[in-house]
């Protein structure tokens, strides 16, 4: 009769798996049984006075009370502590607001120097300087338009209106006794330029 032996290692694999089958089933049994052995004591009433008995902690020396694992309803002590009724100082605990402070009032204002007054002045704005041409005369001829003459130093220019004198004067009007120009650099107001003789 052979046992199949032939295979070595299949044969192996079925012990070893075998093994771990029967060491399953009693993993699962095993707390089983323990635990009904185990459940009339814990089903035990414990009175409140056993669970109140006082152990010592040897750390600290204070009092440790083991917590009651009984899970029945205390309906007197429920009733205890519904009748409880809240006894507070008029400060509304469920809002959040801080507890009122007596701020003292100063005797004196506490400055030791009067504060200065600042008046606040706009810059000047600047001013154009005079412009330095002379209007000499005019030279115009017949059916153009005006043109004058203006002379700077040794200079001598020849502009007609909105035209522009060494880079930075624009004539603006001319007229039979005066021409009105403007400094272009300081964009301020117009100044007049009257005719002069000689």
Do not use: C
């Not at 115009?140 to 700077?152: A, C, D, Y």
Request: zero cysteines; charged letters at 20%.
């Amino acid at each position: 009769m052979e046992l199949g032996l032939q295979n070595k290692k299949q044969t192996t694999w079925a012990i070893v798996l075998g093994v771990l089958a029967v060491l399953a089933v009693a993993y699962e049994l095993i707390p089983f049984f323990a635990g009904s052995a185990a459940a009339p004591a814990t089903t035990t009433p414990t009175t409140v006075g056993a669970s109140r008995s006082p152990a010592r902690s040897g750390a600290r020396g204070k009092k440790v009370r083991p917590e009651n694992l009984d899970p029945t309803l205390r309906l007197d002590l429920l009733a205890s502590v519904e009748q409880t009724q809240y006894e507070g100082n008029g400060r509304n605990i469920f809002m959040s607001e801080p507890d009122p402070v007596a701020i003292p009032v100063p005797g004196s204002s506490g400055a030791t120097d009067e504060p200065k007054k600042i008046i606040y002045t706009p810059p000047p704005v600047p001013t154009a300087p005079p412009i330095p041409l002379k209007f000499y005369g005019f030279a115009s001829r017949v059916g153009e338009p005006k043109k004058i003459f203006l002379i700077q130093g040794e200079e001598v220019f020849v502009a007609g209106e909105g035209e522009i004198v060494n880079r930075r004067y624009k004539v603006i009007r001319i007229s039979p006794t005066s021409v009105e120009m403007q400094d272009m650099v300081y964009s301020g107001p117009t100044q007049n330029i009257p005719l002069t003789q000689g």
